[in-house]
């Protein structure tokens, strides 16, 4: 079974202008997460979807935001990027939110680089 | 809000030696998840193992366990018979068990770059 795919896998953009970026979960799975991962530290929650439906939401501005497609696919978006914004952005998909069925899966990850 | 703090950022260990990785978190929960993951050169982050709170056995998967102790809120892991495929960030995460907004998230502490000397 294919695990969780990122896409891209490298980007390079320029202080203000906008990215997306994209997660397909492991087939089955209804929940996505998205971290941010600076280099040296540890991931931070930014997003996580359920059913479509946002169900939490990290310290993180209004320029992020995200959606999670009906196949379960999810976007994050990151408008008039900083050159803060740039990090490894890890996307994780569970089966679900309840118990036993919680447990986070993570994707190979996007390396944002922004100059 | 809970917090997770690793106090090793680096650690380095022989190959087929037992190296132990200390994690303590703080938190007023007392139902929650707790969890070890690998994130090597790859990048990609790897679910090592995963305790329960309310489960007292520690758990175990093949040459990884872990020494959670709940009242002091620690939770190491021990690596037996380490290889060089070990090699890598090691980060340990706590997770709530509550079904509300925004507690499913993981939060994670600095973690300890593992190295394994041959």
């Known amino acids: 079974d294919a695990g969780v795919t990122q896409s891209p896998t490298h980007l390079i953009k320029t202080r203000g202008q906008q990215v997306t970026l994209r997660c397909s979960p492991i087939?089955?799975?209804?929940?996505v997460s998205w971290y941010q991962q600076v280099l040296g530290q540890g991931p931070q929650f930014i997003f996580q979807?359920?059913?479509?439906?946002?169900?939490g939401r990290g310290n993180f501005p209004d320029r992020f935001s995200a959606r999670q497609f009906p196949n379960y696919s999810s976007e994050l978006n990151v408008n008039a990027l900083l050159l803060g914004d740039s990090a490894l952005y890890l996307c994780?998909?569970?089966?679900?939110?309840?118990?036993?069925?919680?447990?986070?899966?993570f994707g190979p990850g996007t390396r944002l680089l922004v100059l | 809000a809970q917090t997770v703090t690793q106090s090793q950022p680096e650690m380095s260990v022989q190959e087929a030696e037992t190296v132990t990785l200390s994690c303590t978190y703080d938190?007023?929960?007392?139902?929650?998840?707790l969890f070890w993951y690998k994130q090597p050169p790859s990048r990609q982050m790897i679910l090592v193992i995963r305790?329960?709170?309310?489960?007292?056995q520690n758990a175990t998967e093949n040459r990884f366990s872990v020494n959670f102790q709940k009242a002091a809120k620690s939770f190491s892991l021990k690596i037996s018979d380490s290889q060089l495929g070990d090699a890598a960030m090691y980060f340990c995460?706590?997770?709530?068990?509550?079904?509300?907004?925004?507690?499913?998230?993981?939060?994670f502490g600095q973690g300890t770059r593992l190295t394994i000397n041959p």
């Open positions: 994780a998909s569970s089966l679900a939110v309840v118990r036993d069925q919680e447990t986070q899966y």
């Open positions: 995460a706590y997770r709530s068990t509550y079904i509300i907004q925004g507690a499913q998230k993981l939060v």
């Open positions: 305790q329960e709170a309310y489960k007292q």
């Open positions: 938190t007023s929960e007392s139902d929650y998840y």
């Open positions: 087939s089955g799975h209804k929940s």
């Open positions: 979807y359920y059913e479509k439906e946002e169900r």
